[in-house]
Antibody, heavy 118, light 109 residues
Framework: EVQLVESGGGLVQPGGSLRLSCAAS????????MSWVRQAPGKGLEWVSV???????YYADSVKGRFTISRDNSKNTLYLQMNSLRAEDTAVYYC????????????WGQGTLVTVSS | QSVLTQPPSVSGAPGQRVTISCTGS?????????VHWYQQLPGTAPKLLIY???NRPSGVPDRFSGSKSGTSASLAITGLQAEDEADYYC?????????FGGGTKLTVL
């Protein structure tokens, strides 16, 4: 059974850092396209970042230069390192799987809440 | 401002048919990228509803259907049920990066 479990969210001050994790089971992270998608309170979905099976990474303009997506193949886990956090980064962060480029997100995690506030 | 435009809300009575539009441009839907649709029930993660413009994953009722034409796509729900009350999002690609619609809240009257 495919499962994605996020962790690492919490309260952080503006300018601070946080690392999110997404532990996968039932499939191999490195063989798929893995994304982070966020949802601010009461708002819609916003794509954040993707790592391709080949290792290429891409980011939304809103997080470029501040966030870094990576994976640990030995742990079958996806990460999102978030630096220089801003109030507008406050959101539930979901990891999601796509089997191929331009494909749908067929599995999502339950989400982890990141709150950026002093 | 989302790259893909959806109506903020739609509503319908039980048993009725509703449609949700998703309007893009020549750089996303019109460029040939597939459109996918998600249903998000309150307090839960999004769930894939339609993929590849018009395909339903296993387990999704055939009351849900999708279509695409030109720079737009649509999600249709027939035989509306109370459990369909949720937020719906379209998703596609623009310059090879993922884009979402702003979401549509469906209210079952």
């Amino acid at each position: 059974e495919v499962q994605l479990v996020e962790s690492g969210g919490g309260l952080v001050q503006p300018g601070g850092s946080l690392r999110l994790s997404c532990a996968a089971s039932g499939f191999t992270v490195s063989s798929n396209y893995m994304s982070w998608v966020r949802q601010a309170p009461g708002k819609g979905l916003e794509w954040v970042s993707v790592i391709y099976s080949g290792g290429s990474t891409y980011y939304a303009d809103s997080v470029k230069g501040r966030f870094t997506i990576s994976r640990d193949n030995s742990k079958n886990t996806l990460y999102l390192q978030m630096n220089s956090l801003r109030a507008e980064d406050t959101a539930v962060y979901y990891c999601a799987r796509s089997r191929h480029g331009y494909g749908p997100f067929d599995y999502w995690g339950q989400g982890t809440l990141v709150t950026v506030s002093s | 401002q989302s790259v893909l435009t959806q109506p903020p809300s739609v509503s319908g009575a039980p048993g009725q048919r509703v449609t949700i539009s998703c309007t893009g441009s020549s750089s996303n839907i019109g460029a040939g990228y597939d459109v996918h649709w998600y249903q998000q029930l309150p307090g839960t993660a999004p769930k894939l509803l339609i993929y590849g413009n018009s395909n339903r994953p296993s387990g999704v009722p055939d009351r849900f259907s999708g279509s695409k034409s030109g720079t737009s796509a649509s999600l249709a729900i027939t035989g509306l049920q109370a459990e369909d009350e949720a937020d719906y999002y379209c998703q596609s690609y623009d310059s090879s990066l993922t884009v979402f619609g702003g979401g549509t809240k469906l209210t079952v009257l």
